[in-house]
């Protein structure tokens, strides 16, 4: 993936070099940004996809197919520098955020204007830049007229649906609309479509699946998807700094709206008005270490985590049946299989 | 065009409803904008570049052409839609500006958090939509697939050229690069690349024109472009509130790194000093009427006017000459012609 990712980059030199220094230090930005990290779990499930509706590593074009499914690594790389502006992160896979960057590189240049300002305009212009990119890298893939013809519309409904989760999360952050069901949707669209079921999805079309399969692959990529944000919704919460590399307890004081919360606070609006009180007052706001735990204590004793957990047992069943059910090939069953056990797994 | 952009906007509902009334609000907004306004510039020369090399009104798939050409108007929406968060810019087209308008909404509806930022938020992820449907709506159009393949590298080319030239842009604006070399640089990527020239371009290379026109119409499309900008420049600082619609001089109050301002700069440093120091301590201020009025006698006297004046129309004949001489259809040679006087001729 990294290799299609830097030849795609090194093609794109002949555009870059004419606009100047200034772009060409920006476009090395984001090539440090793609290249140096993240776990490639889109690109992966992409491969799976083709990979498990018959896709052969050894056949003619293959690296068509693998620059197709890097191409996600892009629109991936937008999410993030535009997110880490909406929820003005200062940190991301350990180096400064890319409008946090840009700011420093204004301050130290002693530029005139506001540097915040500025570096959150870098970082929407160079997220504008990759997601238009990977659309040239995906388009300019060239794995064939009818293989492209198959997984336009997977491509079109990836990115729709992306972004349509991204607006409800927003939304429903603002609003304060605490339902699990707003949660879960944000889930299914902002994560689940996004991260495995569409990419599965996509590198099925390519390879030309039949229709059961494609269903299959995407119950599954919905399940696994939803019990992965679920995971990492009890994370948030419960999981350890060391792993997590967050503070324990983030997301109570960041607020998140997630359906663990949620859970908690149906259960509590049901049989105990004075811990919902206490949760809806607490959450998001500066909580000390001693107010997380009894959080903590709280939610669990609310029964939310066991129904979390419950929840995420379920879906991973659901979508190892599903899975196994198919026609998909068996090395691919095993490794989606792993990568479902994997990304789902309680780990605190 | 809006009948091609009402159409793909149309085919789009059945991927927004499932994400709900909150995306569907969004995305009502977004085709507001597009189907509100502008002059259509880009997809009328991509148009003209497609009749001109031989492309034919009543031939079979017109219509594709058509909503391939119609496809600018979006990422226009996203360039605008960023490009006013990135300025601040409070109204557009006659009303509020799309972040501005979430604003609005954030605050009558006594939302959490500040309504500026959720604003912004809001408008950073439209501006990706409508970029990211650009393209679906580009290569989902049907040109076929020899046509598509001549227009990739065009297509691509418009969308880097773009926003290279607005990073340079905030890049020279916090520098205070004052430089006329970086003033015209700006004017060829961000304006001239992207308005005029690959526009004509795409549109010729969908129609399958030979190198020599595509040749003649890039010439043409640059410095018409350029021209068009400089044209702008002048607008900016000489323009009748009446005809463009923003108070007078409204660039020396923002201070604009314009070329025409570099040209002001560039004669006083060589023989006005005082000039100089008078033109850097004002630009950029809070000026009066007559500041302004002072500012401009002062620009005339510098013969930074007359330089601007004498470009725009050395740049008109250069793009004149070589549409002529090129192997357009007469009838596009008459409309470019028009178009090229259109953006270019002095109003004020």
Redesign the interface.
């Known amino acids: 993936m990294a290799g299609a990712l830097r030849d795609f980059f090194r093609k794109?030199r002949s555009?870059?070099e004419?606009?100047?220094t200034?772009?060409r230090s920006?476009v090395n930005h984001l090539e440090d940004f793609v290249l140096r990290g993240g776990k490639r779990v889109r690109p992966t499930f992409a491969w799976a996809g083709w990979l498990g509706a018959g896709g052969h590593v050894d056949a003619p074009g293959t690296h068509n197919v693998l620059a197709a499914c890097a191409s996600l690594e892009l629109i991936q790389a937008?999410a993030l520098i535009?997110d880490d502006?909406?929820d003005?992160s200062r940190t991301r896979r350990g180096f400064p955020t890319l409008h946090v960057e840009f700011a420093r590189q204004?301050r130290d240049?002693g530029?005139?204007?506001d540097p915040e300002?500025?570096g959150?305009?870098?970082g929407?212009?160079?997220?504008?830049?990759a997601?238009?990119?990977a659309?040239?890298m995906f388009?300019?893939s060239e794995i064939g007229?009818d293989a492209r013809q198959r997984a336009?519309p997977v491509?079109?409904?990836m990115?729709?649906?992306v972004?349509?989760?991204?607006?409800?999360d927003?939304?429903?952050?603002?609003?304060?609309d605490g339902s699990h069901g707003s949660a879960l949707?944000i889930n299914r669209?902002k994560t689940a479509a996004y991260t495995v079921e569409r990419p599965l999805h996509l590198g099925a079309a390519i390879a030309g699946a039949d229709d059961a399969l494609i269903s299959a692959f995407r119950t599954f990529g919905a399940d696994i998807g939803i019990a992965f944000q679920l995971r990492d919704d009890l994370l948030g919460v419960f999981g350890d700094p060391a792993t997590t590399g967050k503070p324990s307890g983030d997301d109570l004081r960041a607020g998140k709206r997630t359906a663990l919360l949620a859970y908690a606070l149906e259960s509590a609006d049901a049989s105990r008005p004075g811990a919902a009180a206490t949760l809806r007052s607490a959450v998001g706001t500066d909580l000390s270490e001693a107010d997380v735990d009894s959080l903590r204590s709280l939610i669990i004793s609310l029964g939310a985590v066991a129904r979390v957990e419950k929840q995420i047992a379920d879906l991973t069943d659901r979508a190892l049946t599903a899975l196994h059910a198919s026609s998909a090939s068996s090395g691919t069953k095993d490794a989606l299989h792993a990568m479902a056990l994997a990304v789902t797994r309680r780990t605190y």
Chains 1, 2 share one sequence.
């Open positions: 794109r555009l870059v004419p606009v100047g200034e772009f920006a937008c535009h502006i909406i003005n204004h240049k530029w005139g204007g300002a500025f959150e305009a870098a929407i212009l160079i997220g504008d830049l997601l238009a990119w659309d040239d388009h300019g007229t336009l491509w079109a409904a990115r729709t649906e972004l349509g989760g991204q607006l409800l927003i939304v429903v952050e603002a609003s304060g949707k669209f």
